[in-house]
Structures are given as C-alpha cells and as structure tokens.
C-alpha cells in the first residue's frame, strides 16, 4: 500500500478514536450519538439477525431498476442526439443547468401523480442519472478519432461491427465516468426519496428510526449506506482510472 | 449571429418545447393529477401576493443565503490551504471526491441531533452540500496554476497571504468561479432538502405540506418557482463561467 494510503487510514483512525472519546467520555451524550464501537456492534447484530433485510432488498432492486433504465435511455440518447445536431444544440442549456435545479423538488409532484408506491422514487434516481450518462455518452463519441471511422469505412464494417470494434472501445472510459456517476445517482435518488416519504427501504427506516429516537438503529443503518456508497465508489473509480491509464490519458 | 446569441435561441425553443410538453400532458392526464401551465402561473402570481408565501421564501431564502456565505468562505480557506499543502491535498482530495457519492440526505438526522430542529441545522446542510465542489475546484485551480508565476511570486519575496491575493488568486479566477457556480447549485439543492425533510418552514416544508392537502396546484406552483429561481441563476452564472473561461 501506499505512504498516502495509510496516511488516509491514519485520518479516518483518528477520527474514529476523537469521536469514540468523546462519546465514552460524555461530551457527546448517548441521546445524540453512540460511541463507535456501539454502533459497528449494532450494525453487526442487526446483519445477522435480519430483520433489515427486507429493506435492503427493496432499496437495491429500486436502485439496480433505475439504474438499469438510465443507462439504457441515457445510452441510446446519447448515441441519437450525437446524430442530430440541431436538437443536440436545443437541449445544450437544458443539460448544462440540469444538476443545478434540485430534482427532488420534483418528488412531492410525483407521489400526487403516481401515488406512494415504488414508481416515484426509480423515476427521481433515473431523472438524476440520465443526464449524466447523456452527457458523459456524448462526450465519448465526440472524442473518437476520425481516422478510425474512416479505417472502419474503408474495411466495409457494418455499422454493428464499427460499433463494437471502432467506438465502443474508443469512448470507453468516458461511457465508465457516465456508468460511475449513474451508479451514485441512482442509489442518492432512491435513498433520499425514501428518506423524504416512503413505506419502505433502508432511508425509510433511518427516517423511521429518527423520528422514534432510536440511534441504536439510526446510526447501523448510516454506517451500512456510508461503507456501502464508498465501497461502490471506489471500485467504479479504480476501474476508470485504470481505463484512462490504458489510453495514457493520466 | 454571435455564440451568444445561438445559445439564447436556444435556450428559448428548450422552454417553449418544455411548456408544450407540459400542457399536451395536462391535456392528456386532466385536471386530477394535472394544472396546466397557465392555472400554474395564475396561481403563482397569487401565491406571491400573499404575505405568508412570501415569508415562507424569505425563510429559504435566508437559510440558503447564510449556507452559501459560509460554504464559499470555508471552500475557498480548505482550498487554498489543500492547494499550498501538497501532502495534504493528496490525503484528503481522495476522500473529499467519495463523499460526492454518498447520500448526504442519510447524514441530516445526526445535523438535526446536533444543531436541533431549525435554521442551524438546515444551513449547516446546505454548507454540507456546497463547500465540497468548491473545495475541489479551488485546490485543482492552485495546483494549475503556472508554475513560472509561482516562481515569480518566490523571486518577490512575497509572504503567503500577499502570494494568495496577488498571484494565486487572481490566475484561478476562471476555475474558482465555477467551483463557486456549481457549489451554489448544491447548496440550493441542500437547504431545500433540509427543508422537505423536519422543517416547519419555508418552500421545501410547504412543498411536503402540499402532499397532505393534495394540493397539485400549490406543489406545481412551488416546484415551478424553484425550477426557474434554480435555472435563472445557473444559466446567468454559466455565462460569467464561459466569459472568465474563454479570457484566461
């Protein structure tokens, strides 16, 4: 491992062992926080027992649907609007503003149209996704080199075979930036919605837990969503930086 | 025509085609789950003449307005000391980046135990959401600066302060701003999410009101003055970013 990688061990470390001071030692009382090491024990006990489980389950697959539709839709969007100029240009504004207006607004809006079930809460992940696999997809294919399409033209591929052989690879890392931030949208979109209003899934019962006062669930279940977003995170961005150093682009 | 005025044209057709949009929908849904663009706007002049509306903006308002003071002074403070301190800057850029990812929203009940139900805890969020972008752009725009103008600042003797006001800031102006640019957007989004979830007050708590009353007026009415209030000032702050970028 790295001399920076431990130096970052070292901060989150002495972070942890601040706050456990300071919970053991009553400068944070028990009703604000629990000490650390409480909260890990909590976490484990409930994993094991399973009564979250359910909710897990229902907060992943919202997650991995919406996921699943902003991909496909932001793919293929992309890949049209790259064709057409004129409404690429239109919509230029729109995608350039698009994460500066809170989506979540939109929310409130959703649940009196669609009711409280599950659909209002995949529609703001995918709503918070798309875009950025739009966006990310268009740049990928603006950064193809021409000399390979032309190669491709000159070989007589088909526009399948150009596809899979000539621009996929090449827009490659651009379209793994766009799957990255999908990924971390999606699961933001369908934790907070549920955190907002909902009838199940991990945000919900941490809002449940809030509002019950009880930390010994509250403060497990931010653990798990912490550990789990970074984790994700983590692997998605190794494997970008991994494809940009392939390209020498880093 | 100039750039500058395609992107007006632009801008104008996307709008025209979203209220479109809007009313074919309204058309096709109906009145139950539905106000048309036109009840829309007629409620929302008469939202406005109300006196208790208008507190209930002012409240985001403030809120918002004390996150984003904060945000941009402890950002600009993180990220120019990340910035000089290179050992720093490489420790912690990383983990500043991954909590990007997480569902800060998670985080808002321990801000609510901590700061309590009210003003504190809301901006507090708001910062949680903003400074983060600002930091990173400012620690990215003080390691890409020139170093012959680093070395120009050495030859000068200047002291670190005068370095910062003199040479460093002045050269990452462009990308500065458009830390600043998108950190006011997230501090948007953050104070109005504070705001949705335990709040008695402002447009993100009458926004969760509306729920309750089923009012599908008031929602479109609130969703629509943060939509326009949110995309005014990004699109105004995108055009200084694009001028101070195409300067430098």
Redesign the interface.
Known sequence: MSR?AW??IL??GAAVALLEVLCLTGVIDK???QAPHLIVRDLYRMLVSGRMNAAIAKTLSNTALALVLALGVGVIAGALLHRVRALR??????F??Y????V??????F???FGLGDLPQVLIAFMLGVVAVIVNTLNGLDRVPQVLLKTARIMQMSPVDTALRMTLPSAGPYLVTGVKLAV?YS??GV??SE???SRGGI?YE??F??ANFDNAT?YP??LL??LA??A???VL?RYEQRLLARRGMR | MSLWH??WV??L??VA?LVLIWQALYWW?GDV??ASPAATLAYTAKLFATESFDAQVIETLRAFAIAYALSVVIGLAVGFWLGFDR?SG???E??I??L???????????L???FGLGLSAKVAFGVLHGVIPIILFTLSAVHNTKPILIKTGRVLNLSRWQMVRWILFPAAVPEIFTGLR?G??LT??GS??AE???SQRGL?YM??N??GL?N?EL??A??LV??VF??A???LL?YVDQRLHRRA
């Open positions: 920076l130096y970052r901060v989150v009703i604000t926080m240009d239109t919509l230029d504004p729109l350039a503003t994460y500066a207006v809170p979540f607004a939109f929310y409130p809006f649940i009196v149209v971390a699961f933001i934790i907070g955190f907002i209003m945000g941490i809002s837990a809030y509250m279940l931010i969503i912490l977003s970074v994700i995170n983590g961005s | 395609r992107g632009h801008t057709v996307l085609a849904i789950a539905l050992l490489d420790t912690l990383p983990m980046v991954s990007y990812a997480i569902p800060k929203l998670t985080l808002y009940p321990i609510l135990l901590a998108v006011f957007a948007l989004i109005l999410l949705m979830f335990a993100g926004l969760m509306g729920i089923h599908v929602i479109m609130v969703t943060i939509v949110a995309f000032v990004s699109s995108l």
